[in-house]
């Protein structure tokens, strides 16, 4: 019997079931790395327009003459507003996403400062919790607040089929209680420099070193997490960031999401 070039069509529990080319590709992604990296420039090289979500102190002070992105500032936000971030509607993103079909982005910024208004929430919560002595009680509240923000919005710009970018700053450097080696990680809290890359496409590591600015995409014995689906990960650990912000020329992240889309979704080489 002659085979049928006719598409096969199924589904799974009412699910219908996609081929790997068929899936919508999105970048799903979290940047992180020390203060003054140029952590919000290179988020800023995402596709436009841009919703960018702003707890960070003057953290788009560096965007003031680029166009399409739009900002909602939280940064003086009352700690209740993060209890929003875990409704249905994420503090009206999952509206303004359904309103405006064009935008292609959103950017939270940063998942550090958003931390640090749940646990200012926490402590006005919790019994036994003080600022000073959030206490278990205090921290725990603060990583369920946290988390219930970031799978909603991980949640609602999939819905939406947009890409998402959380931002983070780097935490102190700690000892490894089993070897005593030295750890950097994300400034997050808890356990969510796990928790987070298990849900991410992306993680990336931005550093300035002074002649040049470093993207990392594999974890070394130093500095975890890092991940990558779009750049091989099977040679060199980094590559040079080669972008001038202030005639803002260069690649970014946009243009290497294109390459990868042109590639059929197949890793890239590093820039």
Same mark, same amino acid.
């Given at each position: 019997?002659?085979?049928?070039?006719?598409?096969?069509?199924?589904?799974?529990?009412?699910?219908?079931?996609?081929?790997?080319?068929?899936?919508?590709?999105?970048?799903?992604?979290? @940047?992180?790395?020390?203060?003054?990296?140029?952590?919000?420039?290179?988020?800023?090289?995402? @596709?436009?327009?841009?919703?960018?979500?702003?707890?960070?102190?003057?953290?788009?002070?560096?965007?003031?003459?680029?166009?399409?992105?739009?900002?909602?500032?939280?940064?003086?936000?009352?700690?209740?507003?993060?209890?929003?971030?875990?409704?249905?509607?994420?503090?009206?993103? $999952?509206?303004?996403?359904?309103?405006?079909?064009?935008?292609?982005?959103?950017?939270?910024?940063?998942?550090?400062?958003?931390?640090?208004?749940?646990?200012?929430?926490?402590?006005?919560?919790?019994?036994?919790?003080?600022?000073?002595?959030?206490? @278990?009680?205090?921290?725990?509240?603060?990583?369920?607040?946290?988390?219930?923000? *970031?799978?909603?919005?991980?949640?609602?710009?999939?819905?939406?089929?947009?890409?998402?970018? *959380?931002?983070?700053?780097?935490?102190?450097?700690?000892?490894?209680?089993?070897?005593?080696?030295?750890?950097?990680?994300?400034?997050?809290?808890?356990?969510?420099?796990?928790?987070?890359?298990?849900?991410?496409?992306?993680?990336?590591? @931005?550093?300035?070193?002074?002649?040049? $600015? $470093?993207?990392?995409?594999?974890?070394?014995?130093?500095?975890?997490?890092?991940?990558? $689906?779009?750049?091989?990960?099977?040679?060199?650990?980094?590559?040079?960031?080669?972008?001038?912000?202030?005639?803002?020329?260069?690649?970014?992240?946009?243009?290497?999401?294109?390459?990868?889309?042109?590639?059929?979704?197949?890793?890239?080489?590093?820039?």
């Amino acid at each position: 019997m002659p085979k049928s070039n006719k598409p096969v069509t199924m589904s799974l529990g009412g699910v219908e079931l996609k081929t790997p080319k068929s899936q919508s590709r999105r970048m799903s992604m979290v @940047l992180w790395g020390p203060s003054g990296s140029g952590k919000t420039t290179l988020a800023a090289t995402c @596709l436009r327009p841009t919703l960018w979500v702003n707890f960070d102190v003057d953290g788009t002070s560096s965007l003031m003459d680029q166009d399409d992105i739009y900002i909602a500032d939280f940064e003086t936000m009352t700690p209740p507003t993060v209890e929003k971030f875990k409704a249905n509607s994420c503090a009206g993103i $999952r509206d303004a996403l359904e309103e405006n079909p064009e935008i292609k982005t959103v950017v939270f910024d940063s998942i550090t400062s958003f931390r640090d208004k749940c646990l200012l929430h926490s402590v006005s919560k919790g019994m036994k919790s003080t600022i000073e002595q959030p206490g @278990l009680q205090g921290y725990g509240m603060r990583n369920t607040f946290m988390y219930q923000a *970031f799978v909603k919005v991980l949640e609602v710009t999939k819905a939406a089929g947009v890409h998402c970018i *959380f931002i983070a700053h780097e935490a102190a450097p700690m000892k490894d209680e089993i070897t005593g080696q030295l750890l950097v990680s994300m400034l997050v809290g808890g356990n969510m420099n796990t928790e987070i890359p298990t849900k991410l496409s992306e993680v990336w590591y @931005l550093e300035d070193t002074g002649k040049d $600015r $470093r993207i990392t995409i594999r974890s070394s014995r130093i500095r975890k997490p890092m991940k990558s $689906r779009m750049f091989t990960t099977s040679g060199e650990d980094h590559f040079i960031w080669n972008f001038d912000p202030e005639q803002w020329e260069g690649d970014g992240i946009g243009e290497w999401y294109q390459q990868w889309v042109d590639n059929d979704g197949k890793k890239l080489e590093l820039p």
